[in-house]
């Protein structure tokens, strides 16, 4: 392959300046960032929602959309790294991404489900055009010979645009989902990300030079191939796993037909990368291997990472004691209107399925007649609060008739009574504006970090990054085992809420993780992977995000299960510690190959 001319910017080579690429790119993914975030941020409350218009769906259904979601819209970066690589190029893979996400977000607050589920199928296929390749192309500006140096930096600035957007757009979402509705907080990602284009279009002579079309090589697989050999096995492979399992074992493996059809379906695609590890040769075998390691291991860190938008939103949607104080409620009512709920009697939750949680005395009710609550067959003390029980009647087909549930909001169920308000008014915090403190982090703990790394690089002293890798799944263990500590800081979390500072202390742990490992995988991976395969290999990257997104979903999906919410969070603790020990017992061949690869580990 002949080298690429690329010109050069005397200015903006010299040593420890970026190059203004790097703040078109920031800006353009801040805005793509705000709007994704916004969506995925309230799309399980929205899903679940009774009582403010939402689709109430129950929970375990919410949490297993909202887990298939993530899941495939990290999944099709494979494809779309794959198209703009050989065919498209990344620019133009940008924009096409870009305008089918937006019309997605658009597409949302459309009412009804068939407009919703279109919604979601262009967000995932509009993400797979656009997330890889804005990645790639910042990657491949930073090849150059005098860039090199600060690809890492680079990557963490990047991060840290990606974070802001990420900061700002739950507040959005909570101004005008509270005074409006749904529709106009998903609405409003779509102009957010229109926001972003319009950044990149007026800015493209300081990107082009990413823009690098790969030429094809002999040994490379064609399109054609790779939809016979790898998309094919995967659609038979998730019709298998959607009938299968449950024709032999007569139950299905991962919760639900969808999860099982899911897993499936990867594992042609996880052969595929392994293929091209078994035809590599030389230096691209040994990066290719490595960045494989580091994708499987990487899989528990993104399945800790996607708690935020599944079982983290859970616990400050029902666990987390999010009254506003007096103070709280004045300054920020004046700056958006608050969510607002009362203890008073009132229609709270219209159920379609046999479970119902019924709190203190409240009739439960059906269109036609009182409905007996039963559990295991004998009646319920609804004197008592009940969880996970049945409601049943002779007169009543549940299969047909929604139930509506008549009582206090759903945010008592776990307050004790000597504390409600006593028919006043309560305001609360919105649970999305929990999925800011993230961010926020991100953006004051990068500014820290970065100095930090760039201090000890000069000394060399700065930890490889695979050393990075190992310390990030540890310390992402130690954020699970906040919540642990956070359960055990109440006598019972059915009847307990606990403090919000246990949400700030486990993102806080956890940003450190993240800070850690997200930038600079996708630094790993510009500088591993062979050239004519960054992108597709980038693709790879966002697949361990798809599955550790999809086993995130599934654990939530079964949140009503776990008795003792404590084992939910260690078996992410043990996980993650699992990890850090497996890349630590490889870190001298992962430093090797690093080294081999760029000249530096």
Not at 38 to 54: C, N, P, R, S
Not at 208 to 228: F, N, R, T, Y
Not at 269 to 286: H, M, T
Not at 339 to 356: A, G, H, I, M, W
């Amino acid at each position: 392959m002949e080298d690429q001319i690329i010109p050069v910017d005397i200015n903006e080579s010299r040593k420890g300046k970026h190059p203004r690429a790097l703040y078109v790119l920031f800006f353009t993914e801040m805005w793509e960032r705000f709007a994704y975030y916004l969506m995925v941020g309230i799309l399980l409350l929205y899903l679940i929602d009774t009582t403010t218009g939402g689709k109430g769906l129950s929970q375990h259904i919410g949490a297993d959309i909202v887990g298939s979601f993530i899941a495939l819209v990290y999944l099709t970066p494979f494809i779309g790294g794959l198209i703009a690589d050989r065919y498209l190029g990344y620019i133009k893979s940008i924009f096409l991404g870009g305008s089918l996400m937006s019309a997605g977000y658009f597409c949302l607050s459309i009412p009804g489900n068939t407009a919703m589920f279109i919604a979601l199928g262009l967000i995932i296929v509009g993400n797979g055009f656009f997330k890889p390749n804005i990645s790639t192309v910042l990657g491949n500006i930073y090849n150059r010979q005098d860039l090199k140096p600060l690809k890492d930096n680079a990557y963490n600035i990047f991060y840290m645009g990606i974070n802001i957007g990420a900061f700002v757009c739950n507040f959005v979402a909570a101004y005008l989902r509270n005074a409006y509705g749904w529709g106009y907080a998903f609405a409003a990602a779509g102009v957010g990300l229109i926001v972003g284009m319009i950044i990149l279009a007026i800015n493209l002579k300081h990107v082009k030079e990413g823009d690098i079309k790969k030429p094809v090589q002999a040994e490379d697989m064609s399109l054609s191939q790779i939809m016979g050999y790898v998309f094919l096995p995967a659609l038979i492979a998730a019709v298998i796993g959607w009938f299968i399992p449950k024709m032999i074992f007569g139950q299905t493996i991962m919760g639900s037909q969808a999860n099982d059809a899911f897993i499936f379906a990867c594992l042609p695609i996880i052969a595929f990368y392994i293929s091209l590890y078994v035809k590599a040769k030389g230096q691209d075998k040994k990066g290719i291997g490595a960045l494989l390691f580091i994708f499987m291991i990487s899989v528990i860190f993104w399945t800790i990472y996607n708690q935020n938008s599944t079982g983290l939103t859970i616990w400050a949607e029902k666990h987390t004691d999010r009254k506003a104080s007096e103070f709280t409620g004045k300054l920020v009512g004046n700056i958006f209107p608050l969510q607002v709920v009362s203890d008073t009697p009132r229609l709270v939750e219209k159920v379609n399925e046999y479970f119902v949680n019924v709190k203190d005395t409240s009739p439960v009710m059906s269109k036609d007649s009182i409905v007996t609550i039963t559990k295991n067959g004998k009646k319920v003390d609804t004197s008592k609060q009940v969880y996970g029980i049945t409601a049943t009647n002779n007169k009543v087909d549940l299969k047909s008739k929604n139930l509506l549930v008549m009582g206090p909001d759903p945010y008592f169920n776990n307050v004790p009574k000597d504390q409600w308000p006593q028919g006043k008014d309560v305001k609360l915090i919105n649970t999305e504006l929990f999925q800011s403190i993230n961010p926020l982090f991100i953006v004051i703990l990068t500014l820290i970090f970065v100095p930090l790394f760039d201090f000890l690089r000069r000394r060399g002293k700065e930890p490889t990054t695979a050393t990075k890798f190992g310390m990030a799944l540890f310390i992402s263990g130690l954020s699970a085992l906040v919540m642990v500590v956070a359960i055990i800081s109440v006598p019972s979390i059915y009847g307990f809420k606990t403090s919000p500072g246990w949400l700030w202390g486990t993102y806080f742990v956890f940003t450190i993780s993240e800070i850690f490992l997200s930038p600079i995988g996708l630094s790993l991976v510009s500088k591993l992977a062979p050239a004519r395969l960054t992108a597709l290999m980038m693709g790879g990257w966002f697949l361990s995000t798809s599955i550790g997104g999809k086993i995130a979903g599934v654990m939530t999906s079964f949140w009503d299960d776990f008795t003792d919410k404590k084992m939910f969070f260690l078996i992410l603790v043990v996980a993650a510690f699992i990890g850090g020990i497996l890349i630590f017992s490889r870190l001298r061949s992962l430093n090797q190959i690093v080294k081999d690869k760029t000249g530096s580990a």
